[in-house]
């Protein structure tokens, strides 16, 4: 045995194995590329992604963790989402949620209020 060898077992790992999955299809509205990462609260993504917002909510994506899926401008695509695990506390991202997923209170106020007023928001000119 060498220091720090690993042994790995083996046969395939099955990733996000027994937890929910849905699949939504997504389109890049905008004029630039949008790059999702594995973990990011795929509900608050960049708002020229347009998709079902509160089917997304407590979502992922369903990909190796680490890795990323980037959506070119005019381009549509259906991508896989898992539900997020553990706590179910989200925070930060776009602060849409700020708090427990599963909490009553703020699911009618969350993302649609605040995505509807993200694509109202014009660039100031430099």
Not at 9 to 20: H, K, S
Not at 63 to 75: D, H, L, Y
């Amino acid at each position: 045995m060498i220091p720090g060898e690993i042994f790995p077992a083996g046969g395939d790992i099955e990733l996000n194995a027994g937890r929910p999955t849905r699949k939504l299809t997504v389109a890049n509205t905008g004029d630039r590329p949008i790059q999702v990462g594995s973990h990011y609260h795929f509900a608050e993504t960049n708002a020229a992604l347009a998709f079902d917002r509160d089917a997304a909510r407590g979502h992922r994506l369903n990909i190796a963790a680490g890795t990323a899926v980037r959506f070119e401008p005019g381009q549509k695509r259906t991508v896989e989402l898992v539900a997020l695990a553990g706590a179910r506390i989200v925070y930060g991202f776009r602060g849409a949620v700020m708090g427990p997923l599963d909490q009553p209170a703020k699911k009618p106020t969350t993302v649609k209020a605040r995505n509807r007023a993200s694509k109202t928001v014009k660039r100031r000119p430099r």
